[in-house]
Structure formats: structure tokens, C-alpha cells
């Protein structure tokens, strides 16, 4: 039996560390963050540790060295001194959701009222949440004689909370600008400052004038800063990783990366060594139905968030007021750096995918449901079973099935089925949810084939064609994958192949053609 606990929604430095839980050692990044600045900012996904990073950085700063037994800061050469202890200020959004200025100026106030009474001090209640959080600070270096650490976890959880309802998002964004504004003229007063959040605050206006801060989040040497290197599950985890397939468990959970070294969610691996089944964990624990409804209002192709071309003008641009679907999508955690480069020309420039199979998956399931308006999971099991019996004649009637079953006012009211790309897209969908390896666009040295995909004994090469009127009879998909000879970059492979063509009929609304070799 392991020796030490899993630390599944914990928090705390000072519970994981004093009561016999499982500890990933981040303490290199506070010696190196104290070492080069004193204000920075970190955007990561939610459950992936930043509320534990912001506990562990007030523990140190505190000087509560015996926390720190046998971790990197209690060494010499991290120069790290716990005789040193300065005044902390937490202040977290994590523990309500405010849905209006009043409750989140009492939710303030509540937080800073219980900070200061740790120093035995007390606030004004009278004045603004921001004026209490300046006096505080004054107050402490002055009792104190020493500088005051501020730190912030989930700065923009009271926007995010409120995205379905704009006019509450952005009164909530002001309220926030004016609060942390504060901030910016008390740096003789501060010796460290961290804010961290999912959003990127570069287009939000929300930290106007506080131009001191350093955006870590995609410093490659800080990718790992949350979340679980392949080091840490093997060093760490070794009595429950020996359980586990290695390849499985990196490809279902890792693969987040911010320019840097790729992670795991901890909340997934956790949960993973906890029941031992391969579960969608950390996408179960935040459905993004707004998200969804976003992408439903303006959709693009599915398929494209494979490899989407981004700029920071794009992972950094979170407003409010105009959301892109691609900004949230990084910014949640469904979409990640796969690759990217800078240079002097043409700027900074990545390459965005979904980080894993959890998330392809998960993803692709609520894009299927919105596309044939039907939940699929009886579908997706019978398409599975299929595929492993290598019967391309039954992927036919599923899919023909499937088209059929759509009501016909879906069609008649939703601008997603007007696009040629619909019908191809729900295909897409349904094999991405399925957890195989599924290639968009897939290059080949004669052409592009339209869908690849792997299963763990076939290759199965799909070519899509839209017949959009009576007289346009399109030419044989499956005499283009012939021609174009796509099998010849797989036949090397050893698995079987099958070539399949498929015509759509937008008239119809189902498929025409069903060509198979």
C-alpha cells in the first residue's frame, strides 16, 4: 500500500505537507521568482494547482520552515532565508460566485476584514473594498517594519462567473480595474506581488496603470509551474503509476504545454490513481455550456482545432465584450501549444491542438450533440464496436441512421447546417470522440486526405464530396483517393486499410454515395 495520501482537492501547503500527502515540489519556481522581480501574473486553466502554488508562496513568505522540510527552498543553495518573514495579504474569488457589485463589494470586504484581523488590525467599513485593501497594506508596514506580500488567486473569477450576462460581466470588470488600481501606487510598500487567474489580463483593461507586472504564462520556464511533468508522476507517483499502462496514461492525460515543458492536470492523474478507470475527470468538473453556446453562434469547423494557427494577439485578447471562441478555448484549457516559434519578422507564432485524448474526446461529444442535435452515446458505442470488427458496410448505416434521425427543423432554423462543411464535420466528430487518433487534412505527398483514421489494427482514409444541386453529380471520391494514391503513405504501416468515399446531398439531407475498397 502507498505510504502517503492523494491530496484530491486540497488546497493547503501547510494540511498537505503536515498531514501525509503526496507533494510535487514547486519550491524551485518561488526561489527563482523572489530572486527576479517582485510582481508577476500567471494564467493557467482551473484545477491545475495555481490556489496550492498561491498557499505554497504565503507559507514561505511567512517563514514557516518546517513545511519546507526536505523541499528545495530549505536548501542553502536555493537562498532562500525563513528568518526573513514578511506580512501576507491571500485574497481569493475561488469561494463564492458574485453575481452583482454589492455582493462582491461585501465579499471584499469580508476577505480583508478577516486578513487584518490576523495582524490584529481592523478596516473601515465604510469605505471602498480598495481603499481597505491600501490602508491595510500601510497599516501592516507599519506595525510591521516590513514590506507587505499580496497575493491574488482567481483575479477574474467574478467576470468569468458572469460571461452569460455581459452587462453584469463588465460592470464586475470596473469594480475590479478600480480595485486593483489600488495596487499600482503602492509599491513602497510591497516587496512581492502574484495575481493568477484563467484569463490573460492584456485586453481587459481591468490593470490600467499597473504596467509592473511580469506575464509569466507563456515563459517556457515556467510551462511546468502547475500541473505534473512525466518526471514528477514517475519520481513521485512510482507506487501508483506501476499500475497503469505509462503510454495510456500520457496520452489521455498530459500534453498541456505554455512554450515549455508539457503537464498533467493533477486533478485528473489523482482522480486516475484514486478509482483506477480512465475518466474525462477534470472536463466533467466544468461542462463549458456557454463555451458551447459561443461556438454554436459562430462555428468553426471542428476539425481546425487540430492545428490552429494563433499570435498573442489571440491568447491574450480576453474581453468581455468581444470574446473570441479560440481565446477561451486556450485560455479554459481546451486547447493548448502544440508548437511555436519568434522571430524578429513575423512575431511570436503557435501552433494550437487539444492537449489529449480526455479533452479531444469530451470536446467532440458536445460538438456532435450540437451538430445532429441528438445525444450520441449509443452511437459512439456502436460505431466503436463497428470499427473494431472492421465492418465499413455498418459505419454506413450508422451514419445514414444518424442523418436521418435529425429533425427537420434543425435544419430549417440552424445556420450550422447551411455550411458544406456540416456534414463532414459530424462525421469528424464522432470518430474524434471516440479516443483514436483522428487526422484532419491528413498530407500526403500527392494531396490531403480529407479524414484519417487509426484504429489499433486498421486505417481507415475517408474522402467527403457535397452534391449541392440536382445537376451537380461531383466526381468519385473514391477515385480520387485511387489516383491520389493516399494509401501508399500507410501501407508501410501494417495495419489493414480501408478506402472510403462518401457524397452528401444537402437536398436529401443524408448520404448519396457510399464507395468502399
Known amino acids: 500500500m502507498p505510504s502517503l495520501l492523494l491530496p484530491i482537492g486540497i488546497q493547503s501547503f501547510e494540511k498537505i505537507r503536515s498531514e501525509g500527502y503526496y507533494y510535487v515540489d514547486k519550491t524551485p519556481y518561488i526561489a527563482e521568482l523572489a530572486q527576479k522581480g517582485s510582481y508577476y501574473f500567471l494564467s493557467r486553466p482551473r484545477r491545475f494547482g495555481k490556489s496550492l502554488f498561491i498557499d505554497t508562496l504565503s507559507c514561505a513568505f511567512k517563514g514557516k520552515k518546517d513545511l519546507f522540510s526536505g523541499l528545495y527552498l530549505d536548501r542553502p543553495e536555493s537562498g532562500w532565508d525563513f528568518e526573513k518573514k514578511y506580512p501576507v495579504i491571500k485574497i481569493s474569488f475561488a469561494q463564492r460566485v458574485n453575481r452583482s457589485s454589492a455582493e462582491l463589494s461585501e465579499y471584499l470586504t469580508r476577505i480583508i476584514s478577516q486578513e487584518a484581523a490576523q495582524y490584529g488590525l481592523s478596516i473601515d467599513h465604510s469605505i471602498s473594498s480598495g481603499f481597505q485593501l491600501e490602508d491595510l497594506i500601510r497599516e501592516l508596514f507599519k506595525k510591521t517594519g516590513k514590506k507587505v506580500v499580496l497575493l491574488v488567486d482567481e483575479y477574474d473569477k467574478p467576470i468569468l462567473d458572469n460571461l452569460h450576462d455581459q452587462k453584469v460581466a463588465l460592470e464586475l470588470r470596473e469594480d475590479l480595474k478600480s480595485f486593483y488600481s489600488i495596487i499600482k501606487d503602492l509599491d513602497p510598500f510591497l516587496t512581492f506581488v502574484m495575481l493568477t487567474g484563467v484569463s490573460k489580463f492584456g485586453k481587459t483593461g481591468i490593470f490600467s496603470g499597473l504596467n509592473n507586472l511580469k506575464d509569466i504564462t507563456l515563459d517556457s520556464r515556467y510551462s511546468a509551474i502547475c500541473g505534473y511533468t512525466q518526471t514528477d508522476l514517475e519520481q513521485v507517483f512510482t507506487e501508483h503509476l506501476s499500475g497503469f499502462d505509462n503510454d495510456e496514461v500520457k496520452r489521455w492525460y498530459n500534453g498541456y504545454s505554455w512554450t515549455g515543458e508539457s503537464v498533467y492536470n493533477p486533478f485528473d492523474i489523482l482522480l486516475l490513481f484514486d478509482e483506477g478507470t480512465f475518466k474525462p475527470y477534470w472536463f466533467e468538473t466544468g461542462t463549458p455550456t456557454f463555451l458551447i453556446k459561443l461556438w454554436?453562434?459562430?462555428?468553426?469547423?471542428?476539425?481546425?482545432?487540430?492545428?490552429?494557427?494563433?499570435?498573442?494577439?489571440?491568447?491574450?485578447?480576453?474581453?468581455?465584450?468581444?470574446?473570441?471562441?479560440?481565446?477561451?478555448?486556450?485560455?479554459?484549457?481546451?486547447?493548448?501549444?502544440?508548437?511555436?516559434?519568434?522571430?524578429?519578422?513575423?512575431?511570436?507564432?503557435?501552433?494550437?491542438?487539444?492537449?489529449?485524448?480526455?479533452?479531444?474526446?469530451?470536446?467532440?461529444?458536445?460538438?456532435?450533440?450540437?451538430?445532429?442535435?441528438?445525444?450520441?452515446?449509443?452511437?459512439?458505442?456502436?460505431?466503436?464496436?463497428?470499427?473494431?470488427?472492421?465492418?465499413?458496410?455498418?459505419?454506413?448505416?450508422?451514419?445514414?441512421?444518424?442523418?436521418?434521425?435529425?429533425?427537420?427543423?434543425?435544419?430549417?432554423?440552424?445556420?450550422?447546417?447551411?455550411?458544406e462543411w456540416y456534414y463532414a464535420s459530424i462525421v469528424y466528430t464522432y470518430f474524434a470522440s471516440l479516443g483514436y487518433e483522428v487526422i484532419p487534412e491528413d498530407t500526403t505527398n500527392k494531396g490531403r486526405i480529407d479524414l484519417t483514421v487509426k484504429t489499433k489494427t486498421g486505417i481507415w482514409i475517408f474522402e467527403f464530396k457535397v452534391s449541392d444541386s440536382p445537376s451537380h453529380e461531383p466526381g468519385s471520391p473514391l477515385n480520387q483517393i485511387r489516383e491520389k494514391k493516399y494509401r501508399e503513405k500507410y501501407e508501410s504501416d501494417g495495419r489493414k486499410i480501408f478506402e472510403i468515399g462518401i457524397i452528401f446531398n444537402p437536398m436529401t439531407r443524408n448520404i448519396d454515395h457510399w464507395e468502399v475498397q
Open 296 to 419: 454554436e453562434s459562430n462555428p468553426r469547423l471542428p476539425a481546425e482545432y487540430e492545428d490552429f494557427i494563433a499570435g498573442t494577439d489571440l491568447l491574450g485578447s480576453f474581453d468581455p465584450e468581444h470574446i473570441r471562441i479560440e481565446t477561451l478555448l486556450f485560455q479554459a484549457g481546451y486547447l493548448t501549444i502544440k508548437k511555436w516559434s519568434a522571430d524578429p519578422i513575423r512575431g511570436f507564432t503557435c501552433w494550437l491542438g487539444y492537449p489529449n485524448v480526455e479533452v479531444r474526446t469530451s470536446l467532440n461529444t458536445l460538438f456532435a450533440e450540437v451538430l445532429s442535435k441528438q445525444e450520441i452515446s449509443k452511437n459512439r458505442e456502436m460505431l466503436y464496436d463497428i470499427l473494431e470488427r472492421e465492418d465499413p458496410s455498418q459505419i454506413h448505416t450508422i451514419f445514414s441512421s444518424l442523418f436521418a434521425s435529425i429533425p427537420y427543423d434543425w435544419y430549417r432554423k440552424n445556420q450550422l447546417s447551411q455550411f
